[in-house]
């Protein structure tokens, strides 16, 4: 497997020769469009047919129910958990179905490819954002604390949900440890009842890191609690941020590296997105907002813009900016270099696996890729 980088006057032609690889397989793999024009920067995947694996690893990727079901059948072969996106519940811990759309068919596909349908567990609010007196009013009291489980048990059984993953965000600093206690509670009863428990975790690089993304969040305790934990190594660069890799590995790497000293290496799933994001310049906090993209269109608008790709080496990421209709942009996303950077760190800290956010765009590329590195567990 090899990395290559397109340089002024190359062609998938020239460049197929130059490895002796099937232009075909260029084109499939990196999802070339007719004519196959090329970005200057671009990176592009080159198969040998060699596999480099030499561990297995456990891979989950968040779904919508209105995921395509072709983008859904790429992607499920290569995933050994499919959590989707997601329960709500309310004050008193009644359970709420997926506001997006019927999951029944997306569990059923799951398991027709070896893959865990997950639950996801997630405290919207009716404005559709995470609302901590949800999180707050369930982990302070037993009686819906115990409904919500009940719930959970109901509904996975029913269904065929194989696990249960709780994304909780913006927890109050007053709900930290409730909050662990609600973990640990919901864990040992999955696992009563054969099922495993996962949490999200934001990106911490201490113990008391403040802001409220991070207060509520207590590494050790929800390490030990739960069966195993994605660390939410992305969103450095945002919507309404300024322009910034959205997944700067020295930033990745700092996170890893805290969470270590906390959980054991086998429990940690390392977070990676897979999308980028179009901001138009100059950047104003409080208005400006970035487009969200896919890695594959990031590349089609380089190349419609005739945009030159650079690599930050540094935050080991792509970017680009270009100007249309009089306004320029800056366009940061995920390729094939920024993401074997984060495969290198899974193999430097023998991490269980990863996790990404989310599969809803087929990027073939990456799992060509990944699939090379790793065996995936089924």
């Known amino acids: 497997m090899e990395i290559y980088v397109v340089k002024r006057g190359d062609s998938v032609d020239s460049i197929a020769e130059e490895y002796g690889a099937n232009?075909?397989?260029?084109?499939?793999?990196?999802?070339?469009?007719?004519?196959?024009?090329?970005?200057?920067?671009?990176?592009?995947?080159?198969?040998?047919?060699?596999?480099n694996a030499?561990?297995?690893?456990?891979?989950?990727?968040?779904?919508?129910?209105?995921?395509?079901?072709?983008?859904?059948e790429q992607t499920l072969p290569y995933l050994s958990e499919l959590p989707i996106f997601s329960y709500g519940f309310t004050r008193e811990g009644e359970l709420l179905p997926p506001a997006y759309g019927d999951d029944t068919w997306m569990i059923a596909e799951a398991l027709r490819f070896g893959t865990q349908p997950i639950l996801t567990l997630t405290p919207f609010g009716p404005d559709g954002n995470f609302n901590n007196q949800l999180i707050h009013s369930v982990v302070n009291n037993p009686q819906y604390t115990d409904r919500l489980i009940e719930n959970l048990l109901q509904v996975m059984e029913e269904k065929g949900y194989q696990g249960v993953d709780i994304d909780f965000e913006y927890i109050l600093a007053q709900d930290r440890d409730p909050f662990s206690a609600f973990v640990r509670q919901v864990a040992e009863i999955m696992r009563t009842n054969g099922y495993h428990t996962s949490v999200a975790l934001a990106p911490k690089t201490s113990a008391d890191q403040a802001g409220l993304l991070y207060e509520g969040k207590d590494y050790r305790a929800l390490g030990e609690a739960a069966d195993h934990v994605l660390l939410m190594t992305y969103e450095w660069g945002y919507t309404y941020g300024p322009p910034m890799a959205v997944a700067p590995i020295n930033q990745v790497r700092r996170v890893v590296e805290y969470a270590l000293t906390e959980i054991p290496a086998d429990k940690i799933d390392l977070g990676i997105p897979n999308y980028g994001y179009d901001w138009p310049l100059p950047y104003e906090r409080g208005t400006t907002k970035a487009t969200t993209i896919g890695n594959v269109e990031a590349v089609r608008i380089a190349i419609e813009q005739e945009a030159e790709i650079m690599f930050d080496?540094?935050?080991?990421?792509?970017?680009?900016?270009?100007?249309?209709?009089?306004?320029?942009?800056e366009v940061w996303f995920e390729d094939v270099r920024s993401l074997q950077a984060k495969f290198r760190l899974i193999q430097e800290y023998n991490l269980r696996g990863c996790g990404y956010w989310q599969i809803m765009k087929w990027f073939r590329a990456n799992w060509v890729l990944l699939q090379n590195q790793f065996y995936i567990l089924k």
């Open 23 to 51: 232009v075909e397989q260029i084109i499939y793999d990196n999802q070339l469009v007719y004519p196959y024009e090329l970005a200057i920067g671009q990176a592009l995947l080159i198969n040998q047919y060699e596999r």
């Open 54 to 72: 030499d561990r297995a690893i456990s891979v989950s990727g968040y779904a919508y129910p209105f995921i395509s079901p072709w983008v859904l």
């Open 313 to 329: 080496s540094l935050a080991e990421s792509p970017y680009f900016t270009y100007v249309k209709d009089g306004i320029s942009h």
